[in-house]
């Protein structure tokens, strides 16, 4: 397992989380994901074999939100 912390751009709105949530919950090799608003950043715990942090990085910009920084850190 993998953990991995996107740094976004400032979330300006509760529904904001719940896309970006429900964007990843379906994603197969994210094992658990939680968006922090107020520090707007996402943590995901992921199967390296099955996807990658780069990949989750992706899916998140092409919900439609800038990814700042990407911090990985193996378990």
Not at 4 to 22: F, N
């Amino acid at each position: 397992m993998t953990k991995v912390i996107l740094q976004l751009e400032a979330l300006t709105c509760p529904s904001c989380l719940q896309k970006i949530e429900t964007g990843l919950a379906h994603q197969e090799g994210i094992l658990k994901s939680k968006v922090l608003f107020n520090s707007s950043k996402v943590k995901a715990e992921i199967d390296p074999d099955k996807i990658s942090a780069k990949a989750v990085a992706q899916i998140v910009s092409k919900l439609g939100y800038e990814v700042e920084s990407v911090k990985v850190k193996e378990a």
